[in-house]
């Protein structure tokens, strides 16, 4: 395995560290999604990672061909995104604290947060995801790389479609006004 590969994977995995053990304080959900509906999450969250991640597709000629050449600029770049990615969901997920869920619920006494980064963006654990996904993709010029980030973006819109019903249905127009002056996934455009 390469020195690159190092950094990405260990940045990857102090974040897949900070998200367990910060999972601990959430509150008891008042709501929740279908068995089903996280079922199809999780299949689509496991294949992201699982393209995204280089060694598992050294056998698949298709897989693992490059897309374009890595440069030392395209590494460093990608890192960048990685850091900047990871960091920003983190900084996203402090703000969520307890009301916080890896499916698509409603807590106990469930708050509309819009302090720090959801002031920009309505989905920025998302964003930072896409953004880290897209660094990672990035560095590796390699196709699987892109199928990764073609998954994560099918699995964060299928997930964001539910997460706003749930949303609207518990906030009503308090969500509708927010929704309608911060934009999505990336501030002022979508």
Do not use: C
Request: aromatic share 14%; net charge positive; hydrophobic share 50%.
């Amino acid at each position: 395995m390469r020195i690159p590969s190092i950094i990405i994977l260990s940045a990857w995995a102090a974040f897949w560290i900070y998200w367990l053990i910060s999972s601990l304080g959430a509150k008891p959900d008042a709501k929740t999604e279908s068995g089903v509906s996280r079922g199809v999450q999780l299949v689509l969250s496991a294949a992201t990672y699982a393209f995204l991640f280089p060694g598992l597709w050294r056998w698949s000629p298709l897989l693992s061909m490059r897309v374009y050449r890595e440069t030392r600029t395209l590494f460093f770049a990608g890192m960048a995104l990685v850091g900047l990615g990871l960091a920003f969901a983190v900084w996203a997920r402090v703000h969520l604290g307890a009301y916080w869920s890896g499916r698509v619920t409603i807590k106990e006494d469930h708050r509309l947060i819009r302090s720090g980064p959801y002031r920009w963006v309505r989905n920025p654990i998302y964003t930072g995801l896409a953004v880290a996904i897209i660094g990672t993709a990035l560095t590796q010029g390699r196709f699987h790389g892109a199928v990764a980030v073609v998954l994560f973006i099918g699995a964060t819109v299928y997930k964001i479609r539910k997460e706003e019903r749930f949303l609207l249905a518990q906030f009503g127009d308090e969500f509708r006004d927010y929704a309608r002056k911060v934009k999505s996934l990336v501030p002022f455009v979508l």
